[in-house]
C-alpha cells in the first residue's frame, strides 16, 4: 500500500524511542494498494484487510505499536488493552523509551483481531518470531510487506518494476 505523507509527519525510521509516538503520519487513506492474484489470509492481514491511514508508534497502557492503520482498533493511551494490532509490537513494555519488562510478549506480525486482554487467550501471529508468552500463538506468515509513504507521488511503481532511490513523479 502506498500513503500521502501528512507535511507535519515524522517516519518511524531509524526511531529508537516511541515518544511522543501516537502520530498519525498519513492522511485521505492508501493511494494505491498492490496485492498479488495468489494471496491469502487477506481477512485478518494487518495491512491488507484494513484501510485508513498509518499510525506510527502507538504507545498505550504498557505496550506499543510500531505499525498500525486508523481503521483498526487503535487503543487509548492510557488504556491497558493489549489489542492494537499490526507490525512491531510488543506487550509488558514501556513503550515511550522502547524498554522491555521482561522478554515474554514481543512480537513482530499480529494479526487484526478482536482479542483484549483478560477476554482472550489466543493472539495469532505470523511466524515464530515472538516471546514466549502463553496467549502468543505461531501462525504462518502471509507474505512481505512493503510500505510506501510520499509527499509527492501520486502513483508508486507496479510490483515487478525496479525502484531507484529516487522515484520520478
Known amino acids: ?18 515518544n511522543p509516538g501516537r502520530q498519525i503520519v498519513t492522511e485521505g487513506g492508501p493511494i494505491q494498494e498492490s496485492i498479488a492474484e495468489d494471496a491469502e489470509n487477506l481477512d485478518d492481514d494487518p ?43 510488543d506487550y509488558r513494555c514501556n513503550p515511550l523509551d522502547n524498554t522491555r519488562i521482561g ?32 496467549s502468543l500463538m505461531s501462525g504462518p506468515v502471509y507474505g512481505s510487506y512493503a510500505i510506501y509513504v510520499s509527499m509527492d507521488a501520486h502513483k508508486f511503481p507496479e510490483p515487478g518494476q525496479q525502484l531507484a532511490q529516487e522515484i520520478k513523479v
Not at 504507545?59 to 505499525?67: F, L, P
Request: charged share 15%; net charge neutral; hydrophobic share 30%.
Open 1 to 18: 500500500k502506498q500513503w500521502y505523507q501528512r507535511r507535519v509527519a515524522i517516519t518511524a525510521g531509524g526511531r529508537k524511542k516511541m
Open 47 to 89: 495491512i491488507f484487510s484494513v484501510g485508513g491511514d498509518l499510525a506510527f508508534n502507538w504507545a498505550y497502557g504498557n505496550n506499543g505499536c510500531r505499525i498500525a492503520l486508523t481503521e483498526g482498533h487503535l487503543s487509548g493511551a492510557n488504556e491497558n488493552d493489549d489489542n492494537t494490532h499490526g507490525l512491531g509490537n
Open 103 to 134: 522478554s515474554l510478549w514481543p512480537h513482530d506480525v499480529s494479526n487484526i483481531q478482536d482479542c483484549p486482554l483478560g477476554s482472550c487467550n489466543h493472539v495469532r501471529l505470523q511466524g515464530t518470531d515472538h516471546g514466549s508468552g502463553s
